[in-house]
């Protein structure tokens, strides 16, 4: 079983749909949660960090964190094309710097005009 | 946080020669990370390069087989050694963020044929 899991994809919705990304994962000793988009051609950007459980907010964007259940969510709101990128997790023991992360295999995602 | 260059974004190159990967960060950073991409793939951790000692290398990685340089704060080296056709990838580097996540560069495109 791999530590992290995450739907590959692709998922195609239109425009303005909510859109639900998601990653399960085996390490409970996890306590740090990132998203990271990644446009073709690019590098990972850094979208959005959480620590330990609950919810986090920022624009379109909220992150979700459930540790009993081992679960992260990626929700975006009225999605625009312009969100069309693949989205990975990631997740570490420790903060940045001190321990590595691992990363999901990124979800690509569509959104259709 | 961080913006790092990464330089050359792709290459074609023939199987036994090597190549070397440039990334220049424009702030001082302690640690450094070099990644490989693989198409469906999770990005896989080679090594750790932090200024002024040898690089840690991953499980599966070698330092005959990807020497890595870090002459200072800001600036680092990947070498791609005796290259096969399993060495074609994405090779990201990345750095410490201000505060939370990685920052990653753009990327090298390596094809070896």
Redesign the interface.
Same mark, same amino acid.
């Given at each position: 079983q791999k530590e992290?899991e995450?739907d590959?994809g692709p998922l195609s919705v239109p425009e303005g749909a909510i859109v639900s990304l998601n990653c399960t994962y085996s390490n409970s000793a996890f306590q740090?949660f990132?998203w990271?988009r990644q446009y073709s051609?690019? %590098?990972?950007?850094?979208l959005m960090?959480t620590y330990s459980s609950g919810n986090k907010e920022d624009g379109r964007f909220t992150a979700q964190v459930d540790k009993s259940s081992k679960y992260i969510s990626l929700f975006i709101r009225d999605s625009q094309p312009s969100d069309s990128a693949t989205y990975?997790c990631?997740m570490s023991e420790v903060?940045? %710097?001190t321990y590595?992360?691992?990363?999901?295999?990124?979800t690509r995602l569509k959104v259709l005009a | 946080s961080a913006v790092i260059s990464q330089k050359p974004s792709r290459d074609i190159c023939q199987r036994g020669t090597s190549l070397t990967i440039q990334c220049q960060v424009d702030s001082q950073v302690t640690m450094m990370f070099w990644y490989r991409q693989q198409p469906g793939q999770s990005l896989t951790l080679i090594a750790t390069a932090n200024q002024g000692s040898e690089a840690t290398y991953e499980s599966g990685f070698v330092i005959d087989k990807f020497p890595i340089s870090r002459p200072n704060l800001t600036f680092s080296t990947l070498t791609v050694s005796n290259m096969s056709p399993e060495d074609s990838s994405i090779y990201l580097c990345s750095a410490e963020g201000t505060d939370y996540g990685y920052t990653f560069g753009s990327g090298t495109r390596l094809t070896v044929v």
């Amino acid at each position: 079983q791999k530590e992290v899991e995450q739907d590959p994809g692709p998922l195609s919705v239109p425009e303005g749909a909510i859109v639900s990304l998601n990653c399960t994962y085996s390490n409970s000793a996890f306590q740090y949660f990132m998203w990271y988009r990644q446009y073709s051609r690019k %590098g990972p950007e850094l979208l959005m960090y959480t620590y330990s459980s609950g919810n986090k907010e920022d624009g379109r964007f909220t992150a979700q964190v459930d540790k009993s259940s081992k679960y992260i969510s990626l929700f975006i709101r009225d999605s625009q094309p312009s969100d069309s990128a693949t989205y990975l997790c990631a997740m570490s023991e420790v903060a940045s %710097g001190t321990y590595k992360y691992i990363f999901g295999t990124g979800t690509r995602l569509k959104v259709l005009a | 946080s961080a913006v790092i260059s990464q330089k050359p974004s792709r290459d074609i190159c023939q199987r036994g020669t090597s190549l070397t990967i440039q990334c220049q960060v424009d702030s001082q950073v302690t640690m450094m990370f070099w990644y490989r991409q693989q198409p469906g793939q999770s990005l896989t951790l080679i090594a750790t390069a932090n200024q002024g000692s040898e690089a840690t290398y991953e499980s599966g990685f070698v330092i005959d087989k990807f020497p890595i340089s870090r002459p200072n704060l800001t600036f680092s080296t990947l070498t791609v050694s005796n290259m096969s056709p399993e060495d074609s990838s994405i090779y990201l580097c990345s750095a410490e963020g201000t505060d939370y996540g990685y920052t990653f560069g753009s990327g090298t495109r390596l094809t070896v044929v």
